[in-house]
């Protein structure tokens, strides 16, 4: 479905392995390889099942039972518990209660009724799809290749030209109950059919074996990739090209701009992040004659539309005159002819007892010549949602060069996308954690108290770029924090605070990579000692580059940010008891670190007409796991107060008010207060974290 060809999908199963496993293992094998290639499958769609002899636990008899992929699971990554198990005699006892289409809703309520072993996990609605047919293995995939010709207008014609009477064709059907029982009744009446393409939605292939379900759906993929790549040779994709795209660093450029402009129109009620993508499928879609009439049709499969509304918003754009400025001057307009070409359809299609209108704002937004923006609740999704709608646009390459692509009548559209069922769905979700949407750039992110604060601010549900100057460090904390958190919500930038050029990569990475900025933790630092007359003036600048020069030139680009988004911000910085008490031999580190206190006082001044917050957090001695109690500070320290290295933690705990020593969870802690909505009527304020010392008093 490529402009060029790609190789066919392999064949992964490997007999030894499937040999040495039970039957519900080997359904997770079978589900794991065919979710392990998205021309296969996209991420949470399709499903797959076995039907399998169990003993029952109350009777102990041998019984039919279904294994079948629960509601909301993914068949990449699942588990033997995210498969939903029912007794087939009670699936099948159901179709003696169905009272006819009106009332097909009805029959998810029933389904917990066959639950088989007091399994938790919730059955989805395509469980029906996969109890009826008369094949113990299942498997419901969304390939594009077929996709594209379920989605066309000659859908029918096309699969029986391409697999003849080896795989039938279903006209649309939402998935339930009744397409269940139309499975059935097909595979009945075709007894040697290994499976069916379902109209404007996917593939459903069966089997006797595992093996052989799973090899007649890669079989049927790959026939249909060839077959598409043979019927396309050489013909004009989505009426050929309109426009160049511009080099990939003027694109960038132009989403790190664009993204926070976006973000803040469409992040009113709740913060969204973004994704950019312009990948090669991307750029020759957004690029072509057709981009338009094609966008307009919005997708097919049920899946596709799900993630990626009604339709995407394309934005005006000429990369041959690439005025950027006059995009960014027509965003507000643009945002707001969607949200009323969104409010005009719900009003043309709801029902009498359909949902509330939900978000009007486009999750897609197309540009010639730069790529696609995608936005959402949070990043995984937003990422989802950009390749979901990549899928489609696969589908639309291939049914639009064939013969004519449609995408799902509107009527049709809504009736899924606010479905009442997937309504429960919705508001059976957890209550988001107190950062979720929110973005926050955390500088010396690998060091101690960095690295403490990032995890403090994930936990809550922000996503964290860390921005270090050590690439070492800065690498194993992207990966221990990645492994904890999820690769989605951690991203790794090296900046050196001192460098502008490096700051304005750094803020622009972010723009890109999550669609904005909402707290900046501005925490890079060093430490030097040394009495006055032996402070070299390289000692005395290095400090003021790092600790006053550095702070001002971040804080700077996250104003820019902020100001563009007008969703307000939060900055924090992390300066020192040391900039409110002074301290022996470390003159250039105090003045430098009271210099941060005054600039955060200054930019809670100019800040706060535009709800962004600046406050400060001072730790003392915080030793455990701080990177600039490594090196020579460390000794500078002892020296001044004549004792040994290791006499020094329990020489700062004595010290205190409190005789407590501070670590960076103690710091992290103040932090995420600051940056939260916990402290929500606070600027310009500072938080000791010192276990008490009288010279650091704020008054």
């Not at 519900?24 to 094998?29: A, K, S, T, W």
């Not at 004549?642 to 992290?668: C, G, W």
């Amino acid at each position: 479905m490529s402009k060029s060809a790609h190789p066919r999908l392999a064949n992964l199963w490997d007999d030894a392995k499937a040999a040495a496993m039970s039957e519900p293992e080997r359904l997770v094998y079978r589900s794991n390889l065919l979710g392990s290639d998205k021309r296969v499958t996209n991420y949470g769609g399709g499903n797959t099942s076995s039907k399998i002899m169990e003993k029952d636990p109350l009777t102990g008899e041998e019984v039919e039972v279904l294994w079948v992929k629960g509601s909301g699971g993914d068949v990449g990554t699942i588990r033997l518990d995210g498969f939903a198990t029912l007794y087939m005699e009670k699936l099948r006892a159901l179709k003696g209660l169905y009272r006819g289409l009106e009332f097909e809703d009805e029959m998810v309520g029933y389904l917990p009724h066959a639950t088989f072993n007091l399994n938790p996990r919730a059955s989805s609605i395509d469980t029906p799809l996969h109890a009826y047919v008369p094949r113990p293995f299942v498997d419901h995939m969304h390939p594009d290749a077929i996709i594209a010709i379920a989605a066309s207008k000659d859908s029918k014609a096309l699969t029986q030209e391409i697999f003849g009477d080896e795989i039938g064709w279903l006209p649309w059907k939402r998935p339930g109950f009744e397409l269940g029982l139309w499975l059935e009744k097909f595979c009945l009446e075709n007894p040697n059919a290994k499976g069916v393409v379902l109209e404007s939605h996917g593939l459903f292939t069966w089997g006797d074996s595992p093996k052989e379900c799973y090899e007649t759906t890669i079989d049927i993929i790959n026939r249909a990739t060839a077959w598409f790549e043979e019927k396309t040779a050489g013909k004009a994709i989505f009426g050929g090209k309109a426009v160049d795209s511009l080099p990939a660093d003027e694109r960038r450029a132009i989403a790190a701009r664009l993204m926070p402009k976006i973000r803040g129109l469409i992040s009113e009620d709740s913060h969204k992040l973004g994704h950019f993508d312009d990948s090669p499928a991307v750029l020759e879609f957004v690029n072509s004659k057709d981009l338009r009439p094609l966008a307009a049709l919005g997708t097919s499969c049920p899946d596709h539309f799900l993630r990626t509304k009604i339709r995407p918003l394309v934005i005006d754009f000429d990369p041959a005159k690439p005025d950027v400025d006059a995009v960014v001057d027509k965003l507000a307009d643009d945002v707001a002819a969607y949200r009323a070409d969104y409010a005009a359809y719900y009003e043309r299609c709801k029902r009498d007892n359909s949902p509330a209108i939900r978000d009007p704002n486009a999750v897609v937004y197309l540009m010639p010549g730069v790529g696609m923006f995608t936005f959402a609740k949070n990043k995984a999704t937003a990422r989802i949602s950009g390749e979901f709608y990549v899928n489609a646009i696969n589908v639309m390459r291939g049914a639009s060069t064939v013969s004519e692509y449609r995408g799902l009548p509107e009527q049709e559209a809504f009736d899924i996308e606010y479905w009442l069922l997937e309504e429960a769905k919705l508001q059976r979700l957890p209550k988001p954690k107190s950062l979720a949407g929110q973005v926050a750039l955390v500088t010396g992110g690998a060091g101690g108290i960095g690295k403490a604060t990032a995890a403090r601010l994930l936990r809550e549900g922000a996503c964290v770029v860390l921005a270090d100057i050590d690439q070492a460090a800065l690498a194993g904390a992207h990966e221990e924090l990645s492994k904890v958190f999820g690769a989605d919500f951690v991203r790794p930038v090296n900046i050196n605070v001192t460098s502008e050029d490096q700051v304005l990569a750094g803020f622009t990475n972010t723009a890109v990579e999550f669609g904005g900025l909402d707290i900046l933790v501005s925490n890079a630092g060093l430490a030097s000692s040394a009495p006055i007359e032996e402070t070299t003036l390289a000692l005395w600048n290095r400090n003021m580059d790092i600790l006053s020069t550095g702070y001002f030139l971040v804080s700077r680009e996250a104003f820019k940010l902020f100001r563009a988004q007008k969703i307000g911000g939060n900055v924090v910085f992390v300066a020192s008891k040391n900039g409110l008490a002074a301290s022996p031999n470390a003159a250039a580190y105090c003045t430098a670190k009271a210099a941060e206190i005054h600039l955060a006082r200054c930019l809670a001044l100019e800040g706060a007409e535009a709800q962004i917050r600046v406050n400060v957090v001072n730790p003392d001695a915080v030793l455990r796991g701080s990177k600039i109690w490594t090196g020579e500070w460390k000794e500078q320290r002892a020296a001044a107060y004549k004792m040994n290295t290791d006499d020094l933690e329990e020489h700062y705990r004595q010290r205190s008010m409190l005789k407590r020593s501070v670590f960076p969870e103690d710091i992290a802690e103040a932090i995420y207060f600051l940056a939260s909505d916990m402290s929500a009527k606070s600027t310009g304020n500072i938080i000791n974290v010192d276990a008490g010392n009288a010279q650091a008093f704020t008054r």
